[in-house]
C-alpha cells in the first residue's frame, strides 16, 4: 500500500489544479461571458474579467471583496459590471484600502475598526466628501523623487492612482455615475441634427437656434470628460491589420457623431488646430455614423440595471456573434488568458511546494522512504502546473518567459525548481526537493506581491521590445540569477542543518558542498553569457556596449562574485564549509542585481521600480549575514559535529535507498 501512496497524493494534487480549468455553471446572468468580451487596456488585447481582476487588486489587494448585501464574497467581474453599470450600488462597497493613521485622518476615518467598519476598506461614499483633500496632497508628493517620499505621501499617490482607475473604469461604457445610458444615447441623438446645424452656422457667422447647439454641446462636453478619463478601449473597429489598432474609447465614439474631441478642445481654446485642419472636420461634423456597437451596450447597461437576466444574457450574445469572425484571433486570446486566471496555476504550485517542503522536513526527522517519494512526486506535479502557467503566459502575451520583474520571479522559480530536481535525481537526500520546494514556493510569493501593482502582462517598452533579446540576453541571466539562488539556499542547509540538527553527516556535508561547486559552475557559465549578449543588445539599441549602468552593474556582480567563489574553492582557500558561507552571500548579491538596481529609480534599466520591496530587500540581507555569522560559529557549536571536532571527522551514515523515482 506505501508504494501507491505517493502516486495518489500527487493525482489528487493534480487533479485539484486541472479541475478549475472547466468554468463553473453560471445561474442567472451571464456575466462570465461578458468577462470573455475584448476590451484594449494597457496596450493590449484582454478580457473584462482580466481588467476586473488586476484592477481590484491595485484598488484592494484583492481579488474578491465582501458582498456586504449578499453576504460571502464578491469576485471581481461582478464588483467591475455592477461599478460600470450601476455605480450607486458600487459606490457603497468598501474597496479602497487605507492603512496609513494620517491618511485616514485626513478623510477623518476612525484609526480603529468601528461599527461596519474593518479599519482598513472604504467606500468611494465614505472618500468622496473629504477627496480635494487628497488630490492637495498629490502635487507636492509628485514633485518628490520616488526614493525620497515619506511613507504618507506614498500612501497618498497609491490612493490617488486607486481612485483615478476606479473613475476610468466607471467611464468604461457610459458616463460616470449615469443611470439610465439607453436614455441618454437616444436623446443625444435626436439632439445631433439640429444641433450640427446649428453648430454650423454659428462658425459661419449664420444665425442659428442656440437651444439646438446648447443641447448637442452639453451632451459633447458631458462625453468629452468621459473620454479624457482614459477609460478602456471597448468598441472595435470595422477591420484591423494589427491586434489592438483602431479600437476607441466610448466617450470618444459618441464624439465622433456630432463634435470630435479635437476639434471640441480646439473651440474652447485648449489645444488649437491648424486652420485648415479645423476647417475639414467643421464640415464633418454630423456626419459620421453612431457606432455599430454603441447601442449594444446601451441595451447591455438597460438589461442589466432593470435585473433582466434574460435581456442581458441575449444582448451580451448578441454583441459576441458581431465580434466572431473579424475578431476570432482576439477572442480565442481573452479566451485563454480567462482560463488561466481562473485555474491560477501559480496559487496551485505554491501550495503544493508548501506541502512537498513539509515533507521533505519529516523524511529528515524519520528517514522515511514513502515520504521522500511523496514529495519528489508533489514536487514534479507542481513543476507541472507552473510550466504551464508559465508557457501560457507566453502563449498569451506572445512572448519569451521574462518581460518584466514579476515574470522573472515566475521564471527564476521555475529555473529554482528544475535544478532542484536535477539535484534530487542524482543524490536522492531531500535537499534537492527542499531547495525546489522553498524557492518555488519563495519566487512564487514574491511574484503576487509584483502583481499587486497591476496588469502583468503590460505592453513592453519600445527597448525591450525584441523578442530574439527577450530570449536569449534575458532569459539566459535571470538563469543565472536562478542558479546562483539555487547555490545559496543549498548553502542554507548545510549551515543549517549543520547548527541546529543532527542530520548533517559527513557524506551529506560532501555531497551539499558538491552540489554547490556543480551548481556555481552552471551559474557563472549562464551569468556570464547571459551578460555579453545583454552588452551586445545594449550596442545595438543605445550604441554602446557598456555603460556602467546600474542593472548592468548588477549582472557584472554576480559574475564576478561566482568567480570569485570558484577561485576560492579551486586554490584551497576555503574548504566545505568556506564554500557553503559564501554562496549563501551570493543570496545578498542577486537579491541586489534583481530588486536593488531597480529600486535607485536610475539608469535605463530602471523599468521595474518598486520601493516597497525596500525593507523585503533589507531583511532577506539581514537574514543571509545572520546565517553567515551563525555558520562562522565553531564546529564544537554545531549539533551535527557535536564532540567530534576535535577529531576532526564527522560521524557516516547509510542513506536509505529510494526507488520508484
Not at 42 to 60: C, E, H, K, T, W
Not at 434 to 451: D, P, R
Request: aromatic residues 10%.
Amino acid at each position: 500500500m506505501k508504494r501507491w501512496i505517493p502516486w495518489l497524493v500527487a493525482l489528487v494534487a493534480l487533479g485539484c489544479a486541472v479541475s478549475r480549468i472547466v468554468p463553473k455553471r453560471e445561474p442567472g446572468m451571464a456575466v462570465a461571458e461578458f468577462g470573455r468580451l475584448p476590451v484594449v487596456f494597457n496596450g493590449r488585447v484582454q478580457p473584462f474579467d482580466s481588467v476586473a481582476r488586476n484592477s481590484l487588486m491595485q484598488i484592494r489587494n484583492r481579488q474578491t471583496l465582501p458582498d456586504d448585501k449578499a453576504g460571502g464574497t464578491m469576485e471581481a467581474m461582478p464588483w467591475m459590471l455592477e461599478l460600470m453599470l450601476k455605480p450607486e450600488a458600487a459606490d457603497a462597497r468598501r474597496v479602497f484600502r487605507i492603512d496609513h493613521p494620517d491618511l485616514k485622518a485626513l478623510f477623518g476615518l476612525p484609526l480603529d475598526p468601528s461599527g461596519d467598519d474593518d479599519g482598513k476598506h472604504y467606500s468611494w461614499n465614505r472618500l468622496q466628501p473629504r477627496f480635494s483633500n487628497l488630490v492637495e496632497q498629490v502635487a507636492p508628493a509628485e514633485e518628490k523623487a520616488a526614493t525620497t517620499r515619506t511613507t504618507f505621501e506614498q500612501a497618498v499617490l497609491k490612493l490617488h492612482n486607486a481612485a483615478t482607475l476606479y473613475m476610468r473604469l466607471q467611464n468604461t461604457i457610459q458616463p460616470m455615475r449615469g443611470t439610465n445610458f439607453a436614455a441618454e444615447l437616444a436623446a443625444y441623438q435626436a439632439s445631433i441634427p439640429a444641433g450640427t446645424l446649428a453648430f454650423k452656422s454659428r462658425m459661419k457667422g449664420m444665425d442659428f437656434q442656440t437651444n439646438a447647439l446648447v443641447a448637442m454641446l452639453e451632451y459633447s462636453e458631458r462625453y468629452l470628460a468621459m473620454d479624457g478619463m482614459r477609460a478602456p478601449l471597448i468598441l472595435p473597429p470595422d477591420h484591423a491589420e494589427k491586434e489592438g489598432d483602431g479600437w476607441l474609447r466610448m466617450g470618444d465614439a459618441l464624439l465622433q457623431a456630432s463634435i470630435p474631441g479635437p476639434l471640441f478642445t480646439h473651440i474652447m481654446g485648449k489645444k488649437p488646430l491648424p486652420q485648415e485642419e479645423a476647417e475639414q472636420m467643421i464640415e464633418s461634423v454630423g456626419t459620421v455614423p453612431m457606432h455599430r456597437s454603441i447601442a449594444r451596450f446601451a441595451a447591455i447597461s438597460t438589461a442589466y440595471r432593470a435585473n433582466d437576466t434574460a435581456g442581458f444574457n441575449a444582448a451580451v450574445a448578441d454583441y459576441r456573434a458581431t465580434l466572431d469572425r473579424p475578431f476570432a484571433a482576439e477572442l480565442s486570446k481573452v479566451a485563454w488568458e480567462t482560463t488561466f486566471y481562473r485555474t491560477e496555476p501559480f496559487y496551485s504550485a505554491q501550495l503544493m511546494y508548501v506541502l512537498a517542503f513539509v515533507l521533505a522536513c519529516a523524511y529528515w526527522v524519520g528517514l522515511w522512504p514513502t515520504i521522500l517519494r511523496t514529495a519528489w512526486w508533489l514536487v514534479v506535479v507542481a513543476f507541472l502546473v507552473h510550466n504551464a502557467g508559465l508557457v501560457s503566459r507566453m502563449l498569451i502575451g506572445g512572448r519569451p518567459p521574462v518581460t518584466n520583474l514579476y515574470s522573472s520571479a515566475i521564471f527564476i522559480g521555475w529555473g529554482a525548481v528544475g535544478l532542484g530536481l536535477l539535484l534530487e535525481h542524482y543524490w536522492k537526500n531531500a535537499i534537492g526537493i527542499a531547495v525546489a520546494a522553498l524557492l518555488g514556493f519563495a519566487s512564487l510569493i514574491v511574484a503576487h506581491m509584483l502583481s499587486l501593482a497591476g496588469d502583468t502582462m503590460e505592453m513592453m517598452r519600445a527597448v525591450l521590445d525584441t523578442n530574439f533579446w527577450l530570449a536569449t540576453h534575458v532569459t539566459i541571466v535571470t538563469l543565472g540569477y536562478a542558479s546562483t539562488l539555487v547555490a545559496g539556499f543549498l548553502g542554507l542547509f548545510y549551515v543549517g542543518l549543520g547548527v541546529f540538527t543532527k542530520v548533517l553527516q559527513e557524506k551529506d556535508g560532501r555531497n551539499l558542498t558538491r552540489m554547490v561547486y556543480g551548481i556555481l559552475c552552471f551559474s557563472i557559465l549562464f551569468s556570464f553569457t547571459g551578460t555579453v549578449l545583454g552588452g551586445i543588445w545594449a550596442d545595438q539599441s543605445w550604441g554602446r556596449f557598456w555603460g556602467w549602468d546600474p542593472k548592468e552593474n548588477g549582472a557584472l556582480m554576480i559574475v564576478l562574485w561566482n568567480a570569485l567563489v570558484l577561485h576560492c574553492r579551486m586554490g584551497g582557500l576555503v574548504r566545505d564549509r568556506g564554500l557553503n558561507l559564501l554562496a549563501i552571500f551570493g543570496n545578498i548579491v542577486v537579491a541586489w542585481s534583481w530588486f536593488g538596481t531597480n529600486m535607485l529609480g536610475v539608469g535605463l534599466h530602471a523599468y521595474g521600480f518598486t520601493d516597497a520591496a525596500f525593507i523585503g530587500l533589507l531583511s532577506f540581507a539581514g537574514a543571509m549575514l545572520a546565517f553567515i555569522g551563525i555558520g562562522l560559529l565553531p564546529l564544537s557549536a554545531w549539533r551535527s559535529t557535536s564532540g567530534q571536532a576535535k577529531a576532526g571527522t564527522l560521524p557516516t551514515r547509510p542513506v536509505p535507498a529510494v526507488a520508484g523515482k
